[in-house]
């Protein structure tokens, strides 16, 4: 099934955390929100997960019990072990017995976390402690998986594992909705949706994104225009949105980080903020 | 300035029967942005600590600016850690009149981006904000050397263009910067990169280095879900890409017999490893270091 929120609008107070937002998550597929601090993502998840109200549009959702949610703080309880933090939460879903046992071993292989099974929560690295609470927000099987930056501030390779227990429940069905704020991260889920002050900067799968991309982005060793240049690493690039570059520039393929400070700088420059 | 501005010669460093750190040498010339990767658990920190001056070496010898990392060279050191180091609970101003006071300098000049947040508490600014904020603060008396753990972690694409031009900045004007990272777009920024693994550096300079000889294969198929469920099944390290699924240091034949007795038509075809990728082979242990 597929979950969505549609020309949806959230506010608190006078600041607008979603400004009329469209977002599908079918089964089956991970899809990736991607923005800086402020952009709205976790307003976004939250408004999925029904933990925020809308102020327009509509949510449409799994219920509860079919819904799992990895929010951006720890996620588990941390003078609990490993092994109670699973099963206080099956219990509530009212997993029991052997079948608790074989779902909780199961998971915990997955995860590499079976060393650490009966250490506290307290005791577990960044990464164990995001893996812990990505495998509390699945114990159910849930058909929604909502995860708020289960990768930022942790090792590459426990954002590995990460994304191969994503990618694992999209592949049993299950619809994955992830924030990050690792473009990189985003190119590798089936559908990426780029925020940026509440607002949707571009959304598609990797391909879609760049084939709707259009302007040129040149190498600029000597930049024409400094409000459309920025630097990638020792090398300087500029954006042609419209016009042609000069003669001589060289144009260089975009990557993903490319684009959406290429479309970042269009939109400074004609939404005052 | 010239010469080396950060040197480790042989630096180990044992917590009881634990070796952190382990026979490593490197160093960090002015003009340069050296990115130190690893993951955690690795030893970029207590390597870091070390070059520092705030824990002592068990063997090996570090120097800061020609000599040992004492008070007096510290003065010429600017670090920007992961948790900022900012005062929350004092305003963005008292916060950078602290550090020029720590270092007798004339207190800096907001920038254009912070000047309405002067009073502002720091622990009530959006992340971005703060970081500039801890920028100014590490920045302003001018250091020889820069350090900086994950320097861009939460910012948005702009956010991070605005960063780093102010790290380039300080490349530029000769400082040295050592970047501790765990972002790969961030390591890409850096003009040179180190990378431990259980303590010890084992590879540096260019992104190629650091792959080295990791290998990978792109599985196209149809069926992702189930070809990603086969190889996973079979202990692969798969990772999904779009709708294709890559494994690192696999050999292609193997993948097909596992896709074939699955049943699973698909398109196999080596492609360049990634750094995280090698990484991962590291943490495995699938290679010796």
Redesign the interface.
Known sequence: MTSSVRSATVRFGPTVALDDITVEVPG?S?VAVV?????GKSTLLRALAGEVPLDAGTVEAPPRQRLGYLPASSGSWAALTVTQNIDFVAGIYGLAGEELTARRTELLDRASLTPAANRLAAQL???MRRKLGFVMAIVHRPALLILDEPS?????????DL??LA??A???GAAVLMST????EA????YLIVL?SGRVLVQG???QVRAGFTGLVTRADQPVRAEWT?????ALREYWPGSDPPPGATAVAPDL?DI??AL??VR?QTVPS | MTGVLLRAGHVTRRFGGFTAVDDVSMQVLPGEVVGLL????AGKTTLIRMLLGLIAVTSGRVDLLGGPPDRERRRRLGYVP?GLGLYGDLTVRENLSFSARAYDIAEPALPATLTGHAGVLVREL???AQRQVAFLAALTHSPDVLVLD?PT???????R?AL??TI?AQAERGAGVLVTT????EA????RLLLMSDGRLVAQGSEADIIGSTTAVAVRTGD???A??AL?AAGA???????SIRVANADPAELAGVLKAARIEASLQPVPAT???R??ML?RGTEVP
Not at chain 2, 153 to 159: N, P, Y
């Open positions: 089956g991970v923005g800086g601090d402020g952009a690295s960044g990464g930022t501030g942790i090792d590459p390779v426990s954002r590995i994304w191969r990618s694992e999209a592949a049993s704020t690792y473009l990189d190119e590798r889920a089936a940026d799968s990797y391909d920025w630097r990638r690493g020792r980080e959406v400070i970042s700088l400074r | 690893g993951a955690n658990g992961q959006p992340l971005g994950e972690s939460g910012v948005d694409a702009l956010g263009v780093w031009d380039r765990h972002n790969m777009q890409q920024q850096c003009d992702w879900a189930q990603f469920a996973n390290p798969v990772m999904l890409a779009g709708r750094i995280e990728e990484m991962l943490a």
